[in-house]
C-alpha cells in the first residue's frame, strides 16, 4: 500500500539514528525584535506571533528593547530557583528509578518557563499550570518537601494520596491543582480571570499547556472566552516540541508557530525564546502589564525543548535522536543566565558552584525530611478511608456505609482461603 | 404567596439568590439581553447587569470551563445549557473537573457550579432537544443532581443548588416550564396558575437537596418518578384504579434512599418511570436499590417503565413516551403478580 | 452592581428601536482584491482573510480579478435555484404558521451562500451542511416534494419521522445528514477528505457552520486535522451576524473576521460577500481547486445577514431592530444576481417574473403533492414502530421486545379509566 | 496457535484486518511511528503505511469527529483513546453523532467505527488513567459495549468489533495486556504465556458480540462480571469456597440476558461485580434484568460489588479495588441469605 498522494503526514526533522535538525525553527537574533507598548493594538505587532523575543546574546549580554530592567537581586533568585528546581527533578527522577515514587516527569530545560513566569507575575496572581510547570511551585517558594510529600503519597501529601506524583497543587501560593486532562486548566483560568475582572480585583490569571495539548478544545474554549470578554489573563503554550512521540506537527505546528493562533482571535500573541529567562521574565511582564491595563489576553508561546523522557514510563530513544537534546540551539536556561549574571559582573563561576552544591544539599535535606514522613507504602502513611472523605463537601449516606463496609471488610475471615490474601 | 409557572420560580430563584449574594453570577447562550431561550433569566441581566448575567459564547464546554475558573475565583456561577441535549460538548469539564476538583485537592480548591438543564420530551423536539440524560450524571461521583416536578420545588431546589458547594446539576423538565403535564397530548393544557404547587412564595426559601418526597400516600403500590413522570404517574394511578404510593425521587444523587425503601417495605410492590431511555439509565439504579434493601418485602418483581431504547422521535413522540396507558398497564401487573 | 470596569461585554450595533448600524463591516470594493492562484502560498494571500472579495458592483457589472468566466446557463441556473429556495422558504414558513409543519427555520437572505457553492463544487464532492443551507438540496436537485416530506415527518419522509423538519439529507445527492448539535459535522467533513485522500480519491467535502457556531470545540478540531493532514476540504462559516440573540461579536468577531482564524493553522483564508453569487461561486472554485491539487483547506467566510427569524420558535424584534436587514449594505443576492444577468443582455425584468411565477407554482405543486404523502398527524402515517428500527443495523432482542410491548399496548384496556386516556 | 498476551493480540486482530480490508485505517495519539503508548499498534504504520495508520493530533473529540467522516466515506475506522479516562473530549461525537447517526437518517449513513480505550486500574494511575466509563456508554442506545478478559476473546471480539456495522465502544482492561491478574497485588504476576487464553489463532477468526460466556460452571451462586472482574471473580469463589458459577458478560450492550438469566435460574442466587464505581453504574442494569427475569427464582438479594463511589485513588487503589476478598465476602453473604 503506497502512501496515498493527497494525504500529507507531518513527519519530524530527525528520527532515532539520524542527524538532529532545528533548522525549521524560526530564530530571531537576541535584541533584534522590537519591543511595543503594552497597551499596543493586536494589529500592530502581529510580527511578535512569528519573531522570536530574546534578550540574551551568545556572550550573555542582555541586548535590545525587551531587556528588562531587572536587580541583580531577583536574577539570582530566579538563578537559585531553577538550580534548585534542576536538583529537585533530579532527585525525584532518581528517586522513582529506585522505586521509591510510582511515577514521576521531569522538567530538565523547561526551568526558566516557570521560574522567570513566575518571578514576573504578582504573589496574588492566580497560577493554572501544567505537569512541566513545578518551577512555578518553587520560585514561589513552596516547600520541596511538601511536594516531594505529595510525590510520595505519604502522611503529609496535600492529595492526600489520591493524586499521582506530581499532580500538585497550593492554595495558599495561589497556584491550581493539575489535571490529568490536558489543557482542561486553560478555561479555567480564563474564568478565574473573568471572575477577577467581574468583582474589579486587579489580580490576573495565567495559564500554560503544552503545544501538543493545544489541539484539544479547552485551548480554543479559552482563546474564544478571553477574546470575547477581554479577561486579564495570561495564556502561555509551552512549546518544548515533542508531545510524547508526536513532534509538534502533530498539533499544526508544521506551517505556524502557536502563537499565530492567537491573532485570529484578536488576542496579542508573542513567540518568545523560552530558555532565556530575561526574554521570559520581560514578555511575561508586558502581557500582565497588558491584562492589568484591561488590554485582555494574551498568548504567549515559549519555545522550547523537552530534554528528557516524556514520563519515567517513555523511552524517547524510540522516537527521536538519542541526543537531539544536545543540537537545541536556544541553549540551556540556567547557563545562560549564568552568563549573563557573570556578564554582569555579580557572579562567578565558584558562586554558580557554591549554588548548585547549596541547593543539591537543601534538596537531599528536604528528601530526608520527606521519607520521615512515609511514602506510599512505608509508615506513616494516610488513613485509607480519607479516600471516602472530599467526594462531597459532607459525606452522604451511601459513603459511610461504603466507609464502613471496608473497615469490616478488614476482620473478614474467609471460608476458604487465607486471610491475607486478596 | 405568589403565583408561578415554573420558569418563573426558577426566574424567582435566581433573583433572590443574586440580590442576597453579589457571588452569584449566570453565564449561557442567549441569558442576557435576551433572557433566555425559555426566558428563564428574563429581566436578570437589566437588574443585576452585564457583568453578573452574561452572554457566552456557544460553546458548553467553555462555558463549563470558565465557570470552573469563577468559582474556583470565590463566584457562585449558575450555567445555563440551553438544552440537555447540549451539554454533551461540556462533558469533560464536568466529569473530569467540576466533579472531582474536591477530591484531588483534598478540599484545598472546589467550585460551586449550578448547571441547570432543560431536559424531556413532549414539546416535538427530535431526537437533539428531547433527552433525558440524569443517568449518565447520577454515575459521576462528586455530582448532584437534581430533577424538580413543580415550581414550588423548583424554586426551592435551584436556590439550595445555588448555595450547595458541590457542584449540581439540576435539570428542567421542559414539558412542565409552563404547566403540569399528565401525559396525555389531547387533554387541554393545564396551567401552574390553578395547581396548588404552583404557589410559590416570593421570597428566599429552600427546599433541601437530598430528600424525596411522597406526593401521594398509598398502600398497593409504590411508584418511583420524577420530573414530568410524577404528573403521568397519578394519571396512571387513577387509571389502574390503584392505590399508589408515589414518591417523587427529586434529588437523583445523592439518592435518599430511606424514604424509597420505607414506601417500598410497606407497599410490597414498586414501579419504577422516568423518560430516560431504559437501558443502563438511572431507573435500574433506584430497581437496584429496592432490590438490595427490600428483598423479603417484595411480593412481585420490581418493574421499569422507560423511554424505548432508542433514539427520541420527532413524530412518534406520543409513542415514545411512557405515558399513563404505559405505566398503568405496568402498575396493573405488578399489582397482579405473585 | 455597576459594571465592572475590566469586564468586557460585546454590544451589537443597534438594539430594538435604535437605527440599525452596520458601520461595523469592513467592506471593499467590488473587484478591489486579487486574485491569487489556488496554489499561493498561505503566506503570500493573508489580506484575503480580512479583505472582502466582492464581484457584483452596483450596476450589475462582474468586475474584478474574482469575476469568475461563467455561462449564463450556469448563471439562469442559479438564480433558478435560489428563486426556488426562497418560494420554497417562504411556503414551508407559511405552512408552519398554519400549524402544518411543527417547526420551520429559514433561510431567507442566504441564498447564494449555498446556491453558489454548490454550482461551484462537483456532484461528487461531499456536502456536510448546517441547517440553513436547504439551497444545497435545490441547486443539486433533490425534489423539493423529498425536502417537504421530510418536513412533514409524512410516510415519505426521508428520516422516517424521526427528524425534526430540516433535518435534510441525500445520500444518493452527496449531502450529508444535519445534525442538532452544532458544528459536529465540520470535523466529519475534515474526516471524509482525509479518506478521500487516503483512498486517492479526487472528490473533496465541503462543510458550513454558523458564525456562533465557530466557539465550538468542533470547529478547533476540524481546523486543526485539516491542517495537520492537509486535507481537501471547504471548510465555511456563515457569517449571518447573529446566532438566536446574540450578535456575532459573542462568537469573537469583534476584533477580528473569522476567517482570520484559518490564518493561525496555515489554512488558506478567504473572506468573501456572501449575497455576490459571482464571489461565492469563484470562491469557490478556487478554494475546490485548491483542494484538488493537494494544497489542503480554505477557511472560507461569507459574509451574509440572517433575514428571518433564528426559527419559528424566535421573535427578533426582542433584540435586534425590527428592520435592520432593510440596511443591509450588501443587498439581496436574487436581485443582485438580477441585475447582473440583466446587465449582461441575458435576461429582463419579465424573465425574472416569469420565472419567479414558476418556480412558485413548482414550490405550490411539490407542497400538494408532499400533503399527498400524509403529515405528522394526518394519514398516510409511517408506521409507529419503524422507531425501532436503525438503532442498530440489526433489531436487537430488547429492542424487538420494546416493540412488541408497544404494540400489545394497543389493545390495554386500563382497569380504573377510558381505554382512550393517555 | 500462537501464545500471545492481550496487547499481542489485539495487534494480532488490526493486523488481520487491515491484512483482509484497505478499508480498515487506524487513528489515535502516538499509534503511529511510535506504536501506542501500551504498544497496540506496534508495526503496524511499517506494514500499513502513514495513511492508514495515523497519529492524530491530541484531540479526542477532533479523532471522533474525522473517524466519523471517514466511516462516512466508506472506510473502517479504529480510534485509539490513549486511556478511557479521556474518552470525554470525544462524547458529543460519540452520543450525539456516532450512535445516532443510522437512526437519523433512516439507514442512509452510518459509521462503522470502532473506538478502542485501555480502562481499568491497579497500576498506580490515580484517577486520570484508572477509570472504567462503560456504565456511561452502555446508556446511549445505537452503541455497542465490549470488555475483553483474556487475549482469545479481545482478538476474537476486536475483529467482530470491526467488521461490524454499527459503532463499538471497545474497552480493554489494561491491568490484563500482559497477564491474568486476579486482584492480589502481592501475588507474583502471572502471564498469559502459560494461560490457555493466551492461546490465539495467528489467522482471521470472531468471537461473535452479543453473547455472554460461562467461563466456569457452578451451582450455588451465578457471578456476573467482565474484564479483569473475571480473574478476580475466580479467585474469590475459592476464597469463599463456593461452587460459583461465573459468566463474563464481554459484549455489555447489547446484553445477553438469555445467558445469564438462564444461569441466575439455575443457581438462584447472584453476585454482580464490576470495577466501576456502584451508584448507577452499570452492574445496576444487571442487577434490574437479573431481578425483572428471573425474580421468582431468587432465592437471596442480587448483591453487587464495586468500586467505591469516590474518584480512583493513586495511593489508596488496593483499598478501593473490588478485589477477591470483597468479592467473597459478598459471595459468602449471598449464600448465607435467606
Ligand atoms: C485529554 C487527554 N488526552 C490524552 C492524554 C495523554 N497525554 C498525556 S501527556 C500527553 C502529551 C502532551 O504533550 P504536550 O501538551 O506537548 O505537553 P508536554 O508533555 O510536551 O509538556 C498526552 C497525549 C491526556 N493526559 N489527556
Ligand atoms: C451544541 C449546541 N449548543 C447549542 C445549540 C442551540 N442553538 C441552536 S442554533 C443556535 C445558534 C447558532 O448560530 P449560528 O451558528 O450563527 O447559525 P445561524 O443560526 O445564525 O445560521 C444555538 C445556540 C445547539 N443546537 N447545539
Ligand atoms: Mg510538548
Ligand atoms: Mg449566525
Redesign the interface.
Known sequence: ??????????HPSA?PGEAPDFGYLRLSAAGAVERPSPDAR?HDIEHLAYDLVRVLDDDGQAVGPWAPSISGETLRAGLSAMVLTRAFDDRLLRMQRQGKL??FMQTLGEEAVSVAAALALQPGD?L?PHYRNVGLHIARGHNPVELMCQCL?NSR????????PI?Y?W?RGNI??I????A?Q???????????????EQHI?AGWVGE??T???????????A????A?VVLNVVNNQW????FQ????G???PFA???????IASIRVDGNDFLAVFAVTRWAAERARM?R?ATLIELVTYRRGAHST??DPS??RPRDEWKAWPLGDPIDRLQAHLIARGEWNEADQAALEADRKAHVDACWREALSYGS?TEAP??D?Y????????DM????IA?RDA?RA?AD?Q????PAS?? | MAQMNMVQALNSAMDVMMERDPGVVILGEDVGYFGGVFRCTEGLQKKYGEARVIDAPIAEGGIVGCAIGMGVNGLRPIAEMQFADYIYPGFDQIVSELARLRHRTAGDFFAPVTIRAPCGGGIRGGQTHSQSPEGIFTHVCGLKVVMPSNPRDAKGLLISAIEDDDPVIFFEPKRLYHGPFEGDPEQPATSWAEHPLGEVPADYYTVPLGRSQVVREGGDVTVLCYGTMVHVAQAAARLAGADAEIVDVRTLAPLDADTITASVRKTGRCVIVHEATRFSGYGAELLATVQEECFYHLEAPVTRVAGWDTPYPHAFEWDYFPGPRRVAAAIENVLEAA
Chains 1, 3 share one sequence.
Not at chain 1, 1 to 10: G, L, Y
Not at chain 1, 249 to 252: K, N, P, Q, T
Not at chain 1, 396 to 399: A, D, I, M, T, Y
Open positions: 500500500m503506497t502512501q496515498a498522494a493527497r494525504f500529507h503526514v507531518p528520527r493586536v510510582s511515577f492566580m493554572f503519597s501529601d496535600m492529595c492526600k494520596g489520591r493524586q499521582m499532580m497543587h492554595a491550581f491543582s489535571s490529568g486532562n490536558l482542561t486553560f478555561p479555567q483560568a480564563v474564568g478565574w480571570a473573568m471572575a477577577a475582572a467581574i468583582k474589579n490569571a501538543g495539548s489541539a484539544e478544545a479547552d485551548f480554543h474554549h479559552a482563546l474564544t472566552f477574546a470575547v470578554y477581554r486579564p508531545a510524547i512521540s508526536s506537527g502533530f498539533a499544526g508544521e506551517r505556524r499565530a493562533r492567537g491573532l485570529g482571535y484578536g484591561g485582555g514510563s517513555d524510540r522516537y506510599m502513611r494516610l485509607q480519607e479516600l471516602f472523605e472530599d467526594v462531597y463537601r452522604p449516606r451511601h459513603l461504603q471496608l471488610l473478614y474467609p471460608k476458604a482461603g490474601e486478596g
